[in-house]
């Protein structure tokens, strides 16, 4: 492919992109392109947001998901696409009128691609994996508006980078209309899907050098430029003022936060489906209120909570009609302390509410008063300015419990503040729990409306079943006697008593069992709880990698963000008060000695980072474990056990 781009460099890479788009365009049946064609013209009249790439990674989960409990694919698109929407929506000011439609034209096929494709069950692992990995990569800036038309490199690079995008989709598509039999040969190979994604890493890269390079040099020219001459000079130039008040918009966002409030969402999401919210009138009628109002989910420890409130963020991206009410949505984590502050929330909010609005000049200078983070009253001020009387907005939280009391006080009263301030229909999570039960007192919201999980929730008995599907299909659970896997759902699900947690653990257990004997064996002495289970996970896993397991889970509980596995492994390589550090003491296979931590911990296959499978396992190995002669540890030892090794590390040569 690369031969074959290198051969056409006689044409300017924006024709070469509008011949790309028109080969495709050539290759559709009659009914798809009417579709792609509406698509288009939707785009040009109104050019997709970021709740647009919300709302289609929202739809391909809802195609894709044969069952309550599937595989969730959706958020590896995420990242990718966001590049997608960043160049289709640079519009007709920025990028020119002909432009704009090969712009929009990207999107359109990319969007008719996804959708397409994820019907193909057997195909989607590894074109999502595809898109994920090349997501890591993709060129994600919000200044790429306001850099375009400086520089002609940016703009070849761009046209470069969505040619080979457009040539994967015509790629898949050319897939998608073959017959079952041709399917088989003709799926993207390995090399193949190397080769795509090193030729789009190529161009990311050679995108964000520009970039950065056309930064420094705005940021110069700012500086040396007066600015009085600036604005007489660009008052007549369209794009000036449009690439001026995209600036402007940017600054105002930025000033409420800079928090990523979409990795945490994506992480839960994953995990999997849902459909317990559309069967509770509580939710339905929560939905359709013209007034502020709150639904309370309450559920016991692992019973799906986030998972739950992950899915509503989904369904109502694409149940809510207009771009003119807004879904946000926030995460609290608790192995990210930056998370559990009440400022994070409300500021991510904010941002969140004021990134629909189109023109933010009118509070500009709100954010010009101070540099540092605006307090609640001045995200008030600023919210009740800039947006319109009857503005209308769902926020989502999930983990309010996670906070420690004080920021969680802080929280609930700003929230019903705003409440009462704007129409906004708050949907939070609360585990209930013995000492925190009072805590939940319906009049510290407003119109709050409390619904629990229940413990014989409909959606536990799916989850079993397509858990254990995916395993036998994966070969991760191989069992000899066919029926054995009827004993294993009647087990599952008679033990779960309402916790998908518990389920989840017990079936990576018993993947790892290697005779049905062992198995039955299994089930009729299945842990009770999770502390039991947590316990056994870890006597079993210790193995080999005994030496470090302590370490680990000392290390992950007391990190302020998540460790990458990079990290973790040059952490576990210090040996505190040495004063070299020596090289040969990093793992060769961090994985393997992960291992020696089960199926507790989990890595991000995005972002590679490492973290408990939930939090439960903190509280555990803080508090709750029975064997503490191996496992068990204080927060102090494990601080301290922190500040040994970067006192170390940072006094290597």
């Not at 994506?266 to 109002?293: H, P």
């Not at 729990?433 to 919201?445: G, T, V």
Request: glycine share 4%; proline share 3%.
């Amino acid at each position: 492919m690369s031969v074959i781009l290198s051969s056409a460099s006689r044409l300017k890479p924006e024709i070469r992109l509008g011949q790309a788009i028109s080969e495709f365009e050539a290759d559709l049946s009659d009914e798809q392109k009417t579709s792609f064609r509406t698509y288009r013209s939707q785009s040009l009249n109104s050019p997709p947001d970021l709740s647009d790439v919300m709302r289609l990674t929202a739809e391909i989960d809802r195609r894709a998901s044969g069952k309550v409990g599937g595989r969730c694919f959706g958020p590896r698109f995420t990242n990718f696409l966001q590049i997608v929407q960043q160049f289709a929506a640079l519009g007709d000011v920025v990028v020119g009128g002909s432009q704009n439609m090969i712009a929009c034209g990207v999107w359109s096929l990319v969007r008719m691609s996804l959708l397409t494709i994820v019907n193909y069950s057997s195909y989607i692992e590894r074109v999502s994996a595809l898109f994920m990995n090349v997501g890591r990569s993709a060129p994600r800036y919000q200044t790429i508006s306001l850099l375009y038309s400086r520089s002609r490199n940016l703009q070849s690079h761009l046209s470069e980078y969505f040619i080979i995008v457009v040539s994967l989709c015509h790629q898949l598509l050319k897939f998608t209309q073959k017959s079952v039999f041709r399917q088989v040969a003709s799926t993207l190979s390995d090399s193949e899907i190397k080769t795509f994604q090193s030729d789009l890493d190529v161009y990311a890269n050679a995108i964000k050098e520009e970039m950065n390079l056309q930064m420094a040099q705005k940021i110069e020219e700012e500086a040396r430029e007066n600015s009085r001459f600036r604005a007489l000079s660009s008052k007549y130039s369209k794009a000036a003022l449009h690439q001026q008040k995209l600036a402007t918009n940017l600054r105002v966002l930025k000033f409420c936060s800079k928090y990523d409030h979409e990795m945490a969402w994506k992480q839960t999401r994953k995990v999997g489906n849902t459909t317990l919210f559309s069967q509770v009138a509580a939710y339905q009628e929560w939905k359709i209120q013209a007034e502020s109002c709150t639904l309370v989910y309450t559920g016991k420890l692992g019973s799906g909570k986030s998972v739950l409130l992950a899915n509503i963020v989904d369904d109502l991206h694409i149940s809510v009609p207009s771009k003119n009410i807004a879904v946000a949505y926030f995460f609290c984590r608790h192995d990210n302390s930056e998370s559990l502050k009440g400022q994070t929330v409300i500021g991510s909010l904010a941002r969140q509410l004021l990134r629909t609005m189109p023109d933010l000049a009118m509070v500009a200078e709100l954010c010009d008063e101070t540099n540092s983070s605006p307090d609640f009253d001045e995200i008030l001020e600023l919210l009740c300015r800039a947006l319109p009387p009857n503005y209308k907005a769902y926020f989502v939280l999930d983990g309010l419990d996670e906070c420690v009391q004080s920021e969680r006080d802080i929280l609930v009263q700003q929230l019903k503040k705003l409440q009462e301030t704007l129409t906004l229909l708050l949907c939070v999570s609360f585990r209930l729990e013995p000492n925190n039960a009072l805590e939940l007192d319906p009049a510290r919201f407003v119109a709050a409306r409390i619904t629990s999980i229940p413990d014989d929730n409909p959606d536990i008995e799916a989850f079993i079943e397509a858990e254990l599907a995916y395993c036998l299909e994966s070969r991760k659970l191989v069992i000899g006697d066919p029926t054995l896997i009827l004993e294993i759902q009647d087990a599952l699900l008679e033990g779960s008593k309402g916790m998908f947690l518990w389920v989840a653990l017990q079936i990576q257990s018993l993947c790892a069992m290697e005779t049905d004997q062992s198995i039955r064996d299994a089930l009729v002495d299945l842990p009770k709880d999770l502390s039991e289970t947590f316990s056994r996970i870890l006597r079993r896993s210790e193995g080999s990698g005994r030496p470090y397991q302590r370490r680990i889970l000392q290390l992950v509980s007391v990190a302020y963000q998540p460790l990458t596995r990079d990290e973790l492994r040059e952490a576990l390589s210090v040996v505190p008060g040495d004063t070299v550090w020596n090289p040969s003491r990093l793992l060769n296979d961090v994985y393997s000695t992960l291992a020696s931590c089960g199926s507790l911990l989990v890595v991000d296959e995005e972002d590679s980072t490492i973290r408990f499978v939930h939090h439960s396992v903190k509280q555990f190995l803080l508090g709750e474990s029975q064997d503490s002669s191996s496992t068990a540890f204080t927060i102090d030892s494990a601080q301290w056990a922190m500040a040994d090794i970067i006192s170390t590390y940072l006094s290597y040569g």
